[in-house]
């Protein structure tokens, strides 16, 4: 059972290296498919086998089904397990003991997962029964995906929004997610009986991004050579392409493709953009090109009320009016570089709920038999996402009408909880951000939010 590392405190620094785009201007977004499948594995699936969920609670019951039926292995890769998840570590228990073939592997963050809320109980010491029997967000079921930037406590379950992706009997994208958090356990700490950790690795736990980055590096090409030997069928009208983030590391897969899709669509007339983060606060690169882009944009962020961090005690309550802060900065940037009548920013606001989505979809409105995209993991594009974190999100590209029909659906559901920003809003009395929540920022905070 794996932990991830401290990337920030623990692994050095490793210089970004730029990757040329070329000068290819498409037409059309299903010209983005050479680009694409020349640098990342891909995955080919049928529509029908993709469903997209809406609700917390239908992600909940799936996630429950999936653990009663897995009859060979059971992949989870996530930030956390909440304390509270004694009915679904209960579950898991239960399943191992009745099929003695089933493995459970669950890789989580070092810090989250070994945080006591209660002490002397962590989600560590919650789940230590498994260990015997052995065990970024991946939840992966024998063949069946769940995709989601949503991690395993109630709120996930019940009141946090979030997006929901399952593909069911996709041989080939479970057998590379299986791998990946195979080669992620070799650079963390195993959970051991007695609720310590202990590490495995011949590299000291200090030291290893080095070996970490040579391996990342073969794993995605010796993928690519096997997704590359898939025999295309007349069924598939859907391409997957997994894409590794992790700076600290010098891999930077969802960094380039995003750049490469930003910068691509600019030649496609009827070029459509849709972005949303729980956390906003686009990287540099990002930013940029959003800014200098042309493509009518339509951008949702989480309101202060919906913010997880509302009412945080400490520091991390602090959080919320810093988004505040860095929403209106943007708002301010798209009316400098003229942006503001081809760019809509807008919060998501729902009683009670918090907003945890995140991803983007790209469109063309002047033809509907072109291809769409969409991005959905757990990045929220933001310059943590890129330089700190371990992320791993999924593009997806589409001919299927009736998928794109669903997706356009799913960027209406999220609309039509939110609202539109303008100046008056960011002068609001309860948007005032505070001197010391502006200096937190511009000390550098902003690079980790």
């Given at each position: 059972?794996g932990f991830l590392?401290?990337?920030f405190?623990q692994?050095p620094?490793i210089?970004?290296k730029g990757t040329?785009?070329g000068?290819?201007?498409?037409h059309?977004i299903?010209?983005?498919?050479?680009w694409?499948?020349?640098r990342?594995p891909?995955?080919?699936?049928?529509?029908k086998q993709?469903?997209l969920?809406?609700?917390?609670?239908d992600f909940?019951r799936r996630f429950i089904?999936?653990?009663?039926?897995a009859?060979r292995s059971?992949y989870?890769?996530?930030l956390?397990?909440?304390?509270?998840q004694?009915?679904?570590?209960?579950?898991l228990?239960?399943r191992l003991?009745e099929?003695q073939q089933?493995?459970v592997?669950i890789?989580a963050?070092?810090?989250?997962?070994t945080r006591?809320?209660?002490?002397?109980?962590s989600?560590?010491?919650?789940i230590?029964?498994?260990?015997?029997?052995?065990?970024?967000?991946i939840y992966?079921?024998?063949d069946?995906?769940?995709?989601?930037?949503?991690?395993?406590?109630?709120s996930?379950f019940?009141n946090?929004?979030?997006r929901?992706?399952?593909i069911t009997d996709?041989?080939?994208l479970?057998?590379y997610?299986?791998a990946?958090?195979?080669l992620?356990t070799?650079?963390?700490y195993?959970?051991c009986?007695?609720d310590?950790?202990?590490w495995?690795?011949?590299?000291?736990?200090?030291?290893?991004?080095?070996?970490?980055?040579?391996e990342m590096?073969?794993f995605?090409?010796?993928q690519?050579?096997?997704s590359n030997e898939q025999?295309?069928?007349?069924?598939?009208?859907?391409?997957?392409?997994p894409?590794?983030?992790s700076?600290?590391?010098g891999v930077?897969?969802?960094?380039?493709?995003v750049h490469y899709?930003?910068d691509?669509i600019?030649?496609?007339p009827?070029?459509?953009?849709h972005?949303?983060?729980g956390?906003?606060?686009?990287g540099g690169?990002?930013?940029?090109r959003v800014m200098?882009?042309?493509?009518?944009?339509?951008?949702?962020a989480?309101s202060p009320d919906a913010?997880?961090f509302l009412g945080?005690?400490g520091?991390?309550?602090r959080?919320?009016?810093a988004?505040?802060h860095?929403m209106?900065?943007f708002?301010?940037?798209?009316?400098?570089h003229?942006r503001?009548n081809?760019l809509q920013?807008?919060?998501?606001?729902?009683?009670?709920w918090?907003?945890?989505?995140?991803?983007l979809w790209?469109?063309?409105?002047k033809?509907?038999?072109?291809?769409?995209?969409?991005l959905?993991g757990?990045s929220?594009?933001s310059?943590?996402s890129?330089?700190l974190?371990?992320e791993?999100?999924?593009?997806?590209?589409?001919s299927?009408?009736?998928?794109?029909?669903?997706?356009?659906g799913?960027?209406?559901?999220l609309n039509?909880?939110?609202?539109?920003?303008s100046e008056k809003?960011f002068?609001?009395?309860q948007?005032k951000?505070?001197?010391?929540?502006?200096?937190?920022l511009?000390?550098?905070?902003e690079g980790?939010l």
């Open positions: 059972m590392r401290n990337w405190n692994i620094k210089p970004i040329s785009h000068t290819h201007h498409p059309r299903d010209e983005l498919y050479p694409l499948c020349n990342h891909s995955f080919k699936a049928n529509s993709i469903d969920l809406s609700k917390p609670i909940h089904h999936h653990i009663n039926t009859q059971i989870i890769s996530t956390y397990i909440g304390e509270e004694n009915e679904l570590v209960g579950l228990q239960r003991r099929n089933l493995t592997t890789l963050d070092f810090n989250r997962f006591q809320a209660h002490p002397p109980h989600p560590a010491s919650l230590s029964p498994l260990v015997r029997l052995f065990g970024n967000r992966c079921f024998d069946t995906v769940l995709l989601s930037g949503a991690n395993l406590n109630t996930y019940t946090r929004q979030d929901y992706m399952q996709n041989f080939q479970s057998n997610l299986r990946f958090v195979e992620m070799r650079f963390s195993k959970l009986d007695s310590d950790v202990r495995e690795n011949d590299a000291p736990a200090s030291a290893f991004s080095d070996k970490a980055r040579e590096e073969h995605t090409r010796r690519c050579r096997m025999v295309d069928q007349p069924q598939y009208d859907t391409t997957i392409y894409l590794i983030q700076g600290l590391w930077r897969e969802e960094e380039d493709s899709l930003l691509a600019n030649s496609i009827g070029a459509i953009l972005m949303t983060s956390y906003f606060s686009l690169g990002y930013k940029r200098e882009s042309r493509v009518p944009t339509w951008i949702i989480a913010n997880g945080s005690r520091v991390s309550g959080i919320p009016e988004y505040t860095l209106s900065k708002y301010t940037s798209s009316i400098k003229h503001h081809s920013l807008k919060e998501w606001r729902r009683n009670g918090t907003y945890h989505c995140k991803g790209i469109r063309n409105e033809s509907a038999d072109d291809a769409m995209a969409t959905i757990s929220n594009l310059g943590r890129s330089n974190d371990l791993l999100s999924f593009l997806l590209m589409t299927s009408g009736e998928l794109k029909k669903r997706l356009q799913e960027v209406e559901e039509s909880c939110s609202t539109e920003v809003t002068k609001q009395p948007r951000v505070s001197l010391f929540t502006r200096f937190l511009w000390m550098g905070v980790m």
